[in-house]
């Protein structure tokens, strides 16, 4: 049996395990716990409390209105500073042209957050999908406009690969690793951001469909198996901890290689606390539990639902390592109550500021 058909090629076992002692050295030397971040301190220290501003999508987007609302990079950047928002993740870089009569540019954006004390922590830009000297350039591209806003990570907000099957996620740990260490070559963490579909199991195993695909599970996640193929210096995660819930909710059951039902409940606490390094960043997006809907989850802001957020940051190890990014997608309110999602920011920063342990 030839590397290629183990499902792991030996350039990638050897990367993943040099980058193994890489990832054990960095939670050694790396880091250092920040400000307050010890004995029964803030669980997120003042200056890692971050938004993604896909939350406030709405406001990035408006037109000038005489709603009293602000809008735009400029204005609702200094009201996310004003509540206390120390981090910004970017997604995407346009506002409404009528602002400035032309798109804002990356440097205008970089003047706008020093202004405020802000600083930009990731972005869910494009990943390319294949590796070709044009998709190489297009990152390059990329990467120079995480440069020119002070970026420390750069990211998608996309799964690695939709597929349940082993090969498809080979690839993907392939392309993955080929930009990420373009990215830390320029001193960026490449990480990719889950949904809940990542952590169902992978189709490795059993007898094959007409398409020749196996149709049954080893009982391994599809993210945990592209963790392990990747290489901890050039790969790195933000997990979602709402859709980590709602995997835990939907996926807990699998047929085993020899068709026997079997369950595994997931548990996204552990899994963070098995390799907290990995994990710089978060989305803390909390939901109402509701098991009458397909996730099990309604989003709210964040203290107002079900989700344990003051035991999930105060038992996963690392303590004052991680980035957390305040994230809900229903937050925009609409013509009807265009100011919602500011004050759903302004709520769930004062939750987040407000957690101890």
Known sequence: MNDSQ?????????????????????????????????????????????????????????APDATGVPYGFERVLARLAEIGYKEVEFAGYNQNVGILGRQITPAEIRKILDDNGLRANGSHASIPGSVTPDTIAAFERTLDTAEILGMTHVGTGSDPTNSNYKTDWDAAADRWNTFGEMAAAR????????HDAAYNFLLDSGPLDALGRPTRSSGVRKLEYFIGLTNPEWVWFEMDIFWAHVARHRWHTYVDPDGVPQTDVFDPLATVAAQPIRFPLFHAKD???????????????????????????????????????????NA??????????????????????????
């Open 187 to 194: 001193g960026l963490k490449l990480y990719t951001h889950n």
């Open 6 to 62: 183990h499902g792991m090629s030996r350039r990638r076992m050897l990367g993943a395990l040099a980058g193994v002692a890489g990832a054990a050295a960095v939670g050694a030397a790396g880091w250092t716990p920040a400000a307050g971040a010890d004995g029964n301190g803030l669980l997120v220290p003042t200056g890692k409390r971050g938004i993604i501003l896909y939350s406030v999508r709405d406001r990035i987007s408006a």
């Open 332 to 357: 925009p309110g609409g013509a009807a109550d265009p100011g919602r999602s500011l004050r759903y920011a302004e709520v769930s920063f004062q939750h987040m500021s407000g957690l101890r342990g």
């Open 287 to 329: 939901g109402a539990f509701n098991p009458a809907t397909t996730n099990g989850y309604d989003m709210v802001p964040l203290g107002q639902g079900d989700i344990d957020y003051g035991g999930f940051f105060a038992n996963m190890g690392a303590k004052g390592y991680h980035n957390p990014m305040w994230e809900q997608d």
